[in-house]
């Protein structure tokens, strides 16, 4: 036997224990701040997108974040890709295969829009 197939053969012989668990901290998870910050557990939002909300003064509460994640599931059930969610004054580009918000429009910005490469439109 070689030295690389000796070494893979204590390797496999070897018994791990499993890590210790780590004690919470009291502090929220990260999970919580994501949430908290996004309204939503699971739907990111790209800097691009970060910034055209900030830019187009586009503010949304986590009701409505929910509306989109609502939106989105929709959409991933049908099979969608990259859809345009439409809520009251906002449209938002959402890759739902990645969960992440790619760009919103407000109303004043919709009249001249054209959305390229999506695949469908959930009105939320």
Same mark, same amino acid.
């Given at each position: 036997? #070689?030295?690389? #197939?000796? @070494?893979?053969?204590?390797?496999? $012989?070897?018994?791990? +224990? ?13 999970? $919580?701040?994501?949430?908290?910050? /996004? ?15 900030? +830019? ?11 509306? =989109? ?15 345009? *969610?439409?809520? $009251? $004054? =906002?449209?938002?580009?959402? +890759? *739902?295969? #990645? @969960?992440?918000?790619? /760009?919103? =429009? ?10 390229? #490469? ?5 009105? =939320?």
């Amino acid at each position: 036997m #070689n030295i690389a #197939n000796s @070494r893979l053969q204590a390797l496999a $012989d070897a018994q791990y +224990s499993p890590a210790p668990q780590r004690q919470q901290t009291g502090g929220p998870s990260f999970a $919580d701040a994501l949430k908290g910050a /996004t309204g939503s557990d699971d739907l990111k939002v790209s800097g691009h997108a970060q910034s055209r909300l900030q +830019s187009r003064g586009i503010e949304m509460d986590g009701t409505a974040w929910d509306r =989109v994640k609502e939106g989105v599931d929709r959409a991933a059930a049908k099979g969608a890709r990259e859809s345009l *969610v439409l809520m $009251d $004054d =906002v449209a938002l580009v959402v +890759s *739902v295969k #990645n @969960r992440t918000v790619i /760009t919103a =429009v407000d109303k004043a910005s919709l009249k001249e829009s054209v959305f390229t #490469n999506i695949d469908s439109a959930v009105i =939320v």
